[in-house]
């Protein structure tokens, strides 16, 4: 079977593509660990993310512990009429959701436009900065209104 030739619009995302580190924190507290992996899916047709926790020293706090979404997968995708990303978004809590992204400057926005939310408080409404190759750190903050669980 053939495979779908990629869109060059998705290099864009080439940038996310390996193995980070990320650090969840809320108003600055650091709350837990994680690590995330991004790799291309049918010969770069999609982007497909694994993210679960890691242990820790000190431990994570509770709160993160009692409400981590991890483990979680996303599938990245394109729609080609408006270069316009999708992602879909599975979690360990039942959760499942279709969020819009851009990755522009080194900067990841999520959106979520659906019934029950708000223009002023769409859930989750996060900026990324994609991972450090010198760190291998990524850094996500929730916009203030938003929640940072997804």
């Known amino acids: 079977m053939r495979q779908p030739a990629p869109n060059p619009v998705l290099g864009r995302l080439d940038a996310l593509v390996g193995e980070w580190e990320m650090e969840a924190s809320v108003g600055g507290r650091p709350m837990g660990r994680a690590r995330t992996a991004f790799a291309w899916l049918q010969e770069g047709a999609f982007l497909v993310q694994h993210a679960d926790a890691e242990a820790s020293d000190p431990p994570p706090a509770p709160e993160w512990v009692a409400n981590s979404p991890l483990p979680l997968t996303t599938i990245i995708g394109l729609d080609d009429s408006s270069e316009a990303f999708c992602m ?58 938003s929640t940072t669980s997804t």
């Open 88 to 145: 879909l978004y599975a979690d360990a809590c039942g959760v499942f959701r279709v969020y819009r992204m851009s990755l522009s400057e080194g900067i990841w926005r999520l959106w979520r436009d659906a019934p029950g939310f708000s223009s002023a408080s769409r859930a989750p409404s996060a900026t990324t900065a994609p991972p450090s190759p010198a760190t291998g750190r990524a850094r996500a903050t929730a916009r203030p209104g």
